[in-house]
């Protein structure tokens, strides 16, 4: 029996594996004499940490195209120019689940240069780490870097709601989203669920814990039940809105004397289609419950309610005028 298959792959342990993993990176990332010798001391420390390393080597492609008599770690660190994205394949493959979360950061491992995005009509989620959740909105777009030191959003445009209250985890650095010249901070030991909007206009909304806003005008803490506008000068509370704003993770507009000119425009965020809206109509105001996903039964909901009506060509071209 070789050395390989001493140990059956089901047999390893998942830490070893992410050690072994995290060896790899290093190496293939920024490799030196030092983190070569560390690896070789990792390696003879015991059966299961070599087989976990030959697991993750025959895992990488690049790699396995050599010849095994030239598998040294110098060649390793030498032809080897992977980026952190395919790292994270490489987990996947290895078959981490990624739910030691702790492990990765402490090594200084990151999330890097990755752009997540929602087309028109989606509402995507994401898990960002074991203690981030995010749910992108239709038509956004945001770039993730998280690293050990800090962990950024950039929310490019769009609307997102990002939820550190799954996991209580206090070593963790603060998630930071940066917006329209707006900085907005959550920390692991006062987590919270919040909405962050950058349409048109933004606004926060925030749904569990407390947030800080900053900008050029100062900074403010935004508690539970809040919901905030702002612009690059300023910040101000609203007291209420006309409709409920994280109602999108359900699918759902639900609105609350909102003007029909404000409603068609976010019905038609989720929707490949031409309204008009008579001038007459613009300021009538609409409440109700609306599918987001099905735009010609919203409008035939406001038909049951409003003195109007609507005529649609193939279902991209809708107008609406007084009945």
């Not at 490799?31 to 976990?52: F, G, N, P, T, V």
């Not at 989203?177 to 349409?199: C, E, R, W």
Request: aromatic residues 8%; hydrophobic residues 45%.
């Amino acid at each position: 029996m070789t050395r390989a298959a001493a140990v059956q792959h089901d047999d390893i342990p998942q830490e070893i594996i992410e050690q072994a993993v995290l060896h790899w990176v290093k190496l293939a990332d920024q490799s030196d004499e030092k983190k070569i010798y560390l690896c070789q001391q990792w390696r003879q420390q015991s059966e299961l940490h070599e087989q976990a390393w030959l697991r993750i080597q025959a895992l990488d492609q690049d790699f396995t195209a050599l010849p095994a008599e030239h598998k040294s770690l110098a060649m390793l660190s030498n032809q080897h120019t992977t980026s952190r994205r395919s790292a994270l394949k490489l987990f996947a493959l290895a078959g981490v689940t990624m739910g030691s979360a702790n492990l990765l950061w402490q090594q200084g491992w990151l999330i890097s240069d990755s752009t997540l995005v929602a087309g028109r009509g989606q509402i995507n989620q994401h898990q960002l780490s074991d203690d981030v959740h995010l749910t992108l909105n239709s038509q956004t777009e945001v770039a993730i870097d998280f690293t050990a030191q800090a962990r950024i959003i950039n929310l490019h445009q769009g609307e997102i709601i990002l939820d550190n209250s799954v996991l209580w985890a206090k070593h963790l650095p603060p998630v930071t989203v940066h917006f329209a010249g707006q900085a907005l901070t959550l920390t692991s030991d006062n987590p919270g669920k919040v909405m962050i909007s950058n349409y048109d206009t933004c606004m926060i909304a925030v749904a569990n814990g407390q947030v800080s806003l900053a900008n050029s005008a100062g900074s403010v803490v935004i508690e539970k039940g809040q919901q905030w506008q702002l612009t690059a000068q300023q910040i101000w509370q609203q007291t209420q809105l006309n409709y409920q704003p994280m109602a999108w993770l359900k699918g759902l507009l639900i609105a609350d004397n909102m003007r029909l000119d404000q409603l068609l425009a976010y019905l038609n965020r989720y929707h490949y289609a031409y309204i008009s809206l008579s001038d007459s109509l613009a300021a009538v105001k609409v409440s109700g419950v609306y599918q987001l996903n099905n735009l010609d039964s919203a409008l035939q909901v406001l038909t049951r309610t409003l003195p109007i009506a609507i005529s649609s060509r193939a279902s991209v071209w809708y107008s609406v005028n007084p009945a």
